[in-house]
């Protein structure tokens, strides 16, 4: 890739205008310099969280995470300028949600539900 491409292509990457914590919503809004809104729950969120406890240590090793539809999110915190920690109300602190993460979740939210309630539905788990 030549120079000029490379820096498109590190350009053209969504970066977060702002971030909007609802709390009596359960929802994360964030919007990116794209144009996208997205307004993510916190339990997509808790569920799909980068954290070694969620996605394990490996390729395959993801975990459905059953009894989430009420957690909530506390608190946003800053990681430098590349990504928040978000702290919820089951005390899961673990994971940096890069910008890349949040747009990836936001513009696939649906799908991602979808999977995972088809997960919880498989192993007999439950959202409650």
């Given at each position: 890739?030549?120079?000029?491409?490379?820096?498109?292509?590190?350009?053209?990457?969504?970066?977060?205008?702002?971030?909007?914590?609802?709390?009596?919503?359960?929802?994360?809004?964030?919007?990116?310099?794209?144009?996208?809104?997205?307004?993510?729950?916190?339990?997509l969120l808790r569920v799909?969280?980068?954290?070694?406890?969620?996605?394990?240590?490996?390729?395959?090793?993801?975990?459905?995470?059953?009894?989430?539809?009420?957690?909530?999110?506390?608190?946003?915190?800053?990681?430098?300028?590349?990504?928040?920690?978000?702290?919820?109300?089951?005390?899961?602190?673990?994971?940096?949600?890069t910008w890349d993460y949040?747009?990836?979740?936001?513009?696939?939210?649906?799908?991602?539900?979808?999977a995972y309630l088809s997960?919880?539905?498989?192993?007999?788990?439950?959202?409650?």
């Amino acid at each position: 890739m030549s120079t000029t491409k490379a820096a498109a292509a590190t350009t053209a990457r969504p970066w977060p205008t702002e971030l909007r914590l609802k709390k009596s919503e359960r929802v994360l809004e964030v919007d990116f310099d794209d144009g996208n809104t997205f307004a993510i729950s916190a339990e997509l969120l808790r569920v799909e969280s980068p954290s070694a406890e969620v996605q394990g240590h490996g390729s395959g090793q993801k975990k459905t995470v059953p009894g989430k539809r009420a957690v909530a999110i506390e608190k946003v915190e800053p990681v430098g300028t590349y990504a928040v920690r978000l702290i919820f109300s089951d005390s899961h602190d673990s994971g940096l949600f890069t910008w890349d993460y949040l747009h990836e979740l936001g513009r696939d939210a649906d799908a991602k539900m979808d999977a995972y309630l088809s997960a919880l539905d498989e192993k007999g788990l439950s959202r409650d």
